[in-house]
């Protein structure tokens, strides 16, 4: 919205109360311009809210100390173009803190981590896109925090580059780091994500841990086995059937899961595996966006 | 001093440095410089005064620009490139961010005095073949060109906390243009009366008065400079630009960083 002499403000967020516990993965999902920077912005106390408050590791979020202890990403990070890896993971160690001593052997050990140990001494405006997004790991993770928060990190990165992201976000959890993030990317967060939080427009739609969210849903299986045929009886269970090279799938409702199993037993038919039918995030992501966008619809 | 404020003003001047820009502008100098002893050799007698004129005046212009054009792409260059977010989600206060770009200017400027005041000295050995003794008074021209610098900086930034590049610019450079005649201002403003005087009187005392700081001219015409005037000049440029600090850190501490 632009106005004459400044800009009218816009709500960027609705009313968000959000917990993440210690020590998990949390994706924050959301289309683009749902309000996913904007909240990380927040936290990391980059623009102010009108009202509200939050809590950092116990501690309200503007808590100077707070800062010592997480780390972030931000979306598309950006350096300064004249310094090299190395130096930039010293300029930033220093503001974190961390004691002259440790900091040459850490940030060798984070170079390492992110795969930049070659390249270390070459000025950052010659990176690329997924080096500059490493570079930006590292520093964030630099001092050791317990806390880190990233804005899109699979950004920019080709898929070998996302898998040594998904790969570092494991280690962190194992090494009891609890990690925040923010992501588009559906795949990425049902792979790595205990709980994810889904807003939009501004406003949650929706929060839980991945298997809730992705549970069983209109009591189906799905049933495959080996071979290429369907038997009659099958079909007459009202199956829907799928052929997929060497093996069968049909999905069913959960009551008919026995007739299922004596149908390819009769036929003398492998039985593979039975599954309840689980819904995707993807799908529980739409669900939740149109149903969004239906009720906005009604109340307008 | 704590050790991030140390931090980001070694890395501002860091930056400045390794920025090539500063290294044409020293370029620059020194030919002026060079264009001081060329004007000192076709005049008669008064080689001297023609290349401390010229020189020092070509130190201060030379490092005002400098001052305006880094200034006011310290604070915006940073948000626009994002780089400020990874500052200030550290243990970094805003106060600390500001204070440190100031001062990593203010050393990048004192630095580059120095090597142009070499410049000078050496353009001045040249034409005269000997340093006299009013020669010393150079050395406090200098120190009040880096004062103006202080103020100038203090001032790039204040701007740049609230403006765009480009105003920050014109508001940094008009105020340094109307500063340099604020004795004339102040001598205008006597000669008015009534809500005229008042405006005037008000306006002469809020820009910052370069024309205190520029001794140039008395410097090359080897006219005393009394302790009084350095003691007065020092505390006006310490306390205008903490002044002018403190709003750029007022207004930065308020501004949501989009």
């Given at each position: 919205?632009?106005?004459?002499?400044?800009?009218?403000?816009?709500r960027a967020?609705?009313?968000?109360?959000?917990?993440?516990?210690?020590?998990?993965?949390?994706?924050?999902?959301?289309?683009?311009?749902?309000?996913?920077?904007?909240?990380?912005?927040?936290?990391m106390?980059l623009?102010?809210?009108?009202?509200?408050?939050?809590?950092?590791?116990?501690?309200?979020?503007?808590?100077?100390?707070?800062?010592a202890?997480?780390?972030?990403?931000?979306e598309?990070?950006?350096?300064?173009d004249?310094?090299?890896?190395?130096?930039l993971?010293?300029?930033?160690?220093?503001?974190?803190?961390?004691?002259?001593?440790?900091?040459?052997?850490?940030?060798?050990?984070?170079?390492?981590?992110?795969?930049l140990?070659?390249?270390?001494?070459?000025?950052?405006?010659?990176?690329?896109?997924?080096?500059?997004?490493?570079?930006?790991?590292?520093?964030?993770?630099?001092?050791?925090?317990?806390?880190?928060?990233?804005?899109?990190?699979?950004?920019?990165l080709?898929p070998?580059?996302?898998r040594?992201?998904r790969?570092?976000?494991?280690?962190?959890?194992?090494?009891?780091k609890t990690?925040?993030?923010?992501?588009?990317?559906?795949?990425?967060?049902?792979?790595?994500?205990?709980?994810?939080?889904?807003?939009h427009?501004?406003?949650?739609?929706?929060?839980?841990?991945?298997?809730?969210?992705?549970?069983?849903?209109?009591g189906?299986?799905?049933?495959?086995?080996?071979g290429?045929?369907?038997?009659?009886?099958?079909?007459?269970?009202?199956?829907?059937?799928?052929?997929?090279?060497?093996?069968m799938?049909?999905?069913?409702?959960?009551?008919?899961?026995?007739?299922a199993?004596d149908?390819?037993?009769?036929?003398?038919?492998?039985?593979?595996?039975?599954?309840?039918?689980?819904?995707?995030?993807?799908?529980?992501?739409?669900?939740?966006?149109?149903?969004?966008?239906?009720?906005?619809?009604?109340?307008? | 001093?704590?050790?991030?404020i140390?931090?980001?003003?070694?890395?501002?001047?860091?930056e400045?440095?390794?920025d090539?820009?500063?290294?044409?502008?020293?370029?620059?100098?020194?030919?002026?410089?060079?264009?001081?002893?060329?004007?000192?050799?076709?005049?008669?007698?008064?080689?001297?005064?023609?290349?401390?004129?010229?020189?020092?005046?070509?130190?201060?212009?030379?490092?005002?620009?400098?001052?305006?054009f880094i200034?006011?792409?310290?604070?915006?260059?940073e948000?626009?490139?994002?780089?400020?977010?990874?500052?200030?989600?550290?243990?970094?206060?805003r106060?600390?961010?500001?204070v440190?770009?100031?001062?990593?200017?203010?050393?990048?400027?004192?630095?580059?005095?120095?090597?142009?005041?070499?410049?000078?000295f050496?353009?001045?050995?040249?034409?005269?073949?000997?340093f006299?003794?009013?020669?010393?008074?150079?050395?406090?021209?200098?120190?009040?060109?880096?004062?103006?610098?202080?103020?100038?900086?203090?001032?790039?930034?204040?701007f740049?906390s609230?403006?765009?590049?480009?105003?920050?610019a014109v508001?940094?450079?008009?105020?340094?243009?109307?500063?340099?005649?604020?004795?004339?201002?102040?001598?205008?403003?006597?000669?008015?009366?009534?809500?005229?005087?008042?405006?005037?009187?008000?306006?002469?005392?809020l820009?910052?008065?370069?024309?205190?700081?520029n001794i140039?001219?008395?410097?090359?015409?080897?006219?005393?400079?009394?302790?009084?005037?350095?003691?007065?000049?020092?505390?006006?440029?310490?306390?205008?630009?903490?002044?002018?600090?403190?709003?750029?850190v007022?207004?930065?501490?308020?501004?949501?960083?989009?």
């Open positions: 919205m632009v106005g004459f002499w400044r800009k009218r403000p816009k967020l609705q009313p968000l109360h959000l917990t993440v516990e210690e020590g998990e993965i949390f994706g924050f999902l959301g289309p683009n311009g749902a309000g996913k920077t904007t909240t990380l912005k927040m936290l106390g623009v102010f809210p009108t009202a509200g408050s939050a809590r950092i590791l116990g501690k309200e979020w503007t808590d100077p100390e707070v800062k202890q997480i780390g972030f990403l931000p598309q990070p950006y350096f300064y004249y310094l090299s890896a190395h130096e993971l010293d300029y930033y160690g220093q503001l974190s803190g961390v004691p002259s001593k440790n900091r040459k052997q850490r940030i060798e050990d984070v170079l390492q981590r992110v795969g140990t070659d390249i270390k001494g070459v000025q950052l405006r010659k990176f690329s896109k997924g080096m500059l997004q490493r570079a930006g790991i590292a520093q964030a993770i630099l001092h050791d925090p317990k806390l880190v928060f990233f804005d899109e990190p699979m950004s920019g080709d070998l580059g996302r040594e992201v790969d570092l976000m494991e280690q962190l959890k194992r090494d009891g990690v925040f993030f923010s992501t588009h990317i559906l795949s990425d967060a049902e792979a790595l994500c205990d709980r994810v939080a889904i807003i427009k501004g406003e949650l739609r929706g929060v839980g841990a991945v298997e809730e969210l992705t549970a069983t849903v209109q189906k299986v799905e049933v495959v086995w080996q290429t045929q369907v038997p009659a009886s099958m079909k007459a269970l009202g199956a829907e059937c799928h052929v997929s090279g060497e093996t799938r049909a999905i069913l409702p959960e009551s008919q899961q026995d007739a199993i149908a390819l037993r009769r036929e003398r038919l492998r039985l593979i595996a039975i599954t309840p039918l689980r819904t995707s995030l993807e799908s529980y992501f739409v669900e939740k966006l149109q149903h969004s966008q239906t009720t906005a619809g009604t109340t307008s | 001093m704590n050790a991030r140390v931090q980001i003003a070694f890395n501002t001047f860091r400045a440095v390794r090539r820009v500063l290294y044409n502008l020293i370029a620059f100098a020194l030919l002026l410089s060079g264009a001081a002893i060329f004007v000192g050799q076709i005049s008669i007698e008064i080689e001297r005064l023609v290349v401390i004129n010229l020189g020092l005046t070509a130190v201060s212009l030379f490092g005002v620009v400098i001052a305006i200034g006011i792409g310290l604070v915006s260059k948000i626009e490139k994002r780089t400020l977010y990874t500052v200030l989600s550290r243990p970094v206060r106060w600390e961010f500001i440190g770009k100031f001062l990593g200017l203010a050393g990048t400027l004192v630095v580059n005095t120095f090597f142009m005041a070499i410049g000078v050496g353009a001045l050995l040249y034409v005269a073949h000997k006299s003794g009013p020669d010393s008074l150079i050395f406090v021209a200098l120190y009040f060109i880096v004062l103006q610098f202080l103020i100038i900086c203090s001032l790039a930034l204040l740049s609230f403006s765009s590049p480009l105003l920050s508001f940094a450079f008009s105020l340094f243009v109307i500063g340099s005649f604020a004795d004339d201002l102040r001598g205008f403003a006597t000669l008015t009366s009534g809500i005229t005087r008042w405006i005037a009187t008000g306006a002469a005392y820009v910052p008065n370069f024309s205190a700081l140039v001219s008395a410097v090359a015409h080897e006219q005393p400079i009394g302790a009084q005037l350095v003691l007065q000049n020092t505390l006006y440029a310490l306390f205008y630009t903490a002044m002018a600090l403190s709003g750029a007022l207004i930065f501490e308020r501004r949501n960083l989009k």
